[in-house]
Nanobody, 111 residues
Framework: VQLVESGGGLVQPGGSLRLSCAAS????????MTWYRQAPGKERELVAF????????DYVDSVKGRFTISRDNAKNTVYLQMHSLKPEDTAVYYC?????WGRGTQVTVSS
């Protein structure tokens, strides 16, 4: 199983980023996927969930209305579109699926 995140970076407050996670080594379309994040000095937090078909999603309250999780099962990729970013969204974002974790991608929200 391999999960490779991309799309992180430095963005100003109010800006947007789209994270991608390319999956391989398992039948992607059969598994739910999640995005977690870990901010400095804090525990990892589940940010968003999507079921195997993409028809069901859920979010931590702090990102509802700002983040959207989606997936393309033909491309074995899950996405996290982030809008109206805040400094408190600064964290390493991890893609998780089939009990495996990616290495993460850094998102920094700062002016």
């Amino acid at each position: 199983v391999q999960l490779v995140e991309s799309g992180g970076g430095l963005v100003q407050p109010g800006g947007s980023l789209r994270l991608s996670c390319a999956a391989s080594g398992f039948t992607f379309s059969q598994y739910a996927m999640t995005w977690y994040r870990q901010a400095p000095g804090k525990e990892r937090e589940l940010v968003a969930f999507i079921n195997s078909s993409g028809g069901g999603t859920d979010y931590v309250d702090s990102v509802k209305g700002r983040f959207t999780i989606s997936r393309d099962n033909a491309k074995n990729t899950v996405y996290l579109q982030m809008h109206s970013l805040k400094p408190e969204d600064t964290a390493v974002y991890y893609c998780v699926g089939r009990r495996s974790w990616g290495r993460g991608t850094q998102v920094t929200v700062s002016s």
